[in-house]
Nanobody, 121 residues
Framework: QVQLVESGGRLVQAGGCLRL?????????????MGWFSQAPGKEREFVAG???????TSFADSVKGRSGISRDYAKTMWLEMNSLKPEDTAVYYC???????????????WGQGTQVTVSS
């Protein structure tokens, strides 16, 4: 029922930064834990970062820890900020509604359409 739309993906040089946005069709704050995944060609879709329903808790994959941030507003939007981008960050990035209950982010079947991030060397 909830639809998610990502935006902000672009071509960027290695070492640069970008900010991705995920806008839901309805309010998600206080209702849904959300997160970001990436998928490179021929690879599995991998967890990048997650944020709790009220924004109090966050989690990051080791590959982006220390150079990424995740946040959300009080309504429908979530952001992923990435710094010091590397060519290996090149992938389609998807936002998702998920669950932190087990201590590990578990995605639901609700995904956005994805936004392409390409990092040139």
């Amino acid at each position: 029922q909830v639809q998610l739309v990502e935006s902000g993906g672009r071509l960027v040089q290695a070492g640069g930064c970008l900010r991705l946005s995920c806008v839901a069709s309805q309010r998600t704050f206080t209702l849904y834990t959300m997160g970001w995944f990436s998928q490179a060609p021929g690879k599995e879709r991998e967890f990048v970062a997650g944020i709790s329903e009220n924004g109090d808790r966050t989690s990051f994959a080791d590959s982006v820890k220390g150079r990424s941030g995740i946040s959300r507003d009080y309504a429908k939007t979530m952001w992923l900020e990435m710094n010091s981008l590397k060519p290996e960050d090149t992938a389609v990035y998807y936002c998702n509604i998920g669950d932190f209950s087990s201590g590990t982010y578990r995605p639901s079947d609700t995904w956005g359409q994805g936004t392409q991030v390409t990092v040139s060397s």
